[in-house]
């Protein structure tokens, strides 16, 4: 079934309005902006920076055969938002979503992810934990001068801060609604900033990716297929409108950072990348995103390995604007992210194919040979009275036939039939 749209989106619930005071402040830096400047501003947030800081984190992993994603999402002023809202364009159950919080519970995981040296401390009693971003006098080991670059709380959710909701779309197509409540401990919790990541495991290929393949697969033994990745973060343009009809507790919200990870085995050849791409890199940290991608997975699961693997990065960000003197921020709104892959795909199942029709081919063509030739008698022509070369030789046809269409991963489907 063709999803309803292509990617997530992530928004928040309970931001309360702003009152009299922030209104007033609002209109009068307004109304000192001049007119085109006040266009900038249109969509933007305030000449406050503090108010464009929160980010998004998206990855997508493809390992072992299936798809996982994983979000996060920082926040910051979050006493006023009571939970996360995610739109999955396809049917979540229940057993496909889990907290991460408090699985990261080492300095190793939590510096993969943000790429920083980090300082972890934490309970297990507890519903969150402290992370430090640490300086550059706290890598030299001067305990005397430790000064955190940041400090925020990564959150541990329970299962129940999880609630799924599933919407019937008028297109025939189901969507899945995504509810993260935000424990309320966290308010006695002197932390400016949150953070909270989860997974949603078996991710429908068929949300983010097109796939073209060679028309004549069938007889070849490697061809190559392209894929055609189309993941969009906050994109309302081709969006229901069931899903963006709701109530004015939700809105998007204004980030300063989305950034897209894309994991892909390293045979994949990227031949384009849309806007906002950032580059790729291979996973030198082994061990630690080994340890990442298996946290979640079930004992009797043949462990990931990302040795084969390379990440896709894109990265939209926030725009520092000025006019007449006035610094204007313009957040991100959504992030599109389009890339063209492609690999070369044989089997073991291809490969005998290939063989086998060749020697089918071969045999059919010395048999007709064989049959009309007009000048001399052999075997094939000897037996033509009693028509058994002819039925042996449409016999070959229609197996060569057979063989010709039948699918091209049939080696792999049949594997993984097997493996369940």
Not at 13 to 31: F, L, N, W
Not at 99 to 113: C, F, S, W, Y
Request: charged fraction near 25%; charge should be neutral; glycine fraction near 6%.
């Amino acid at each position: 079934m063709t999803p309803a749209f292509s990617g997530i989106m992530v928004r928040y619930c309970g931001i309360s309005k702003p009152d009299a005071a922030e209104r007033i402040a609002d209109t009068h830096v307004a109304s000192n902006i001049a007119p085109e400047a006040r266009l900038l501003k249109k969509g933007a947030d305030n000449v406050n920076d503090v108010a464009v800081s929160d980010q998004l984190h998206v990855n997508l992993w493809e390992i072992n055969g299936s798809s996982i994603l994983d979000l996060g999402v920082m926040i910051n002023k979050w006493e006023s938002i009571e939970s996360i809202q995610v739109d999955l364009p396809w049917e979540v159950h229940a057993r496909d979503v889990s907290d991460l919080g408090a699985k990261l519970n080492n300095e190793k995981t939590v510096a993969a992810i943000f790429n920083e040296v980090v300082y972890y401390q934490g309970a297990a009693d507890q519903s969150y934990a402290e992370i430090s971003f640490r300086s550059v006098d706290d890598i030299q080991g001067n305990a005397q001068s430790v000064r955190p670059k940041d400090r925020f709380c990564l959150v541990r959710l329970n299962p129940k801060s999880f609630e799924l909701i599933s919407l019937n779309l008028s297109d025939g197509s189901i969507s899945t609604q995504l509810n993260i409540s935000i424990p309320f401990e966290l308010k006695d919790a002197a932390f400016e900033k949150i953070y909270i990541r989860f997974r949603v495991k078996n991710v429908p290929p068929g949300v983010y990716s097109s796939v073209f393949k060679q028309k004549d697969r069938n007889i070849l033994s490697s061809s190559f297929v392209t894929r055609i990745i189309d993941f969009r973060i906050n994109v309302r343009r081709g969006t229901p409108d069931e899903i963006l009809a709701n109530d004015s507790s939700v809105r998007f919200p204004k980030f300063k950072k989305i950034h897209f990870f894309l994991t892909l085995e390293r045979a994949q050849i990227c031949e384009f990348e849309s806007q906002h791409f950032i580059g790729c890199r291979s996973l030198f940290d082994e061990e630690v995103w080994n340890e990442y991608v298996r946290l979640e997975a079930p004992r009797h699961a043949n462990p990931a390995n990302v040795r084969n693997y390379l990440g896709y990065q894109w990265t939209a960000s926030s725009e520092q604007l000025q006019r007449d003197g006035i610094t204007v921020t313009k957040p991100v709104k959504d992030l599109v992210v389009l890339g063209r892959f492609s690999h070369n795909s044989s089997n073991a199942f291809n490969i005998c194919r290939f063989i086998f029709l060749g020697l089918l081919f071969g045999m059919i063509g010395n048999g007709l040979w064989d049959i009309f030739k007009p000048t001399e008698e052999s075997y094939w022509s000897g037996i033509v009275a009693d028509k058994s070369a002819i039925f042996l030789i449409a016999g070959l046809c229609l197996f060569a036939v057979v063989l010709m269409f039948t699918p091209t991963d049939g080696w792999k489907f049949w594997n993984n039939k097997r493996r369940r």
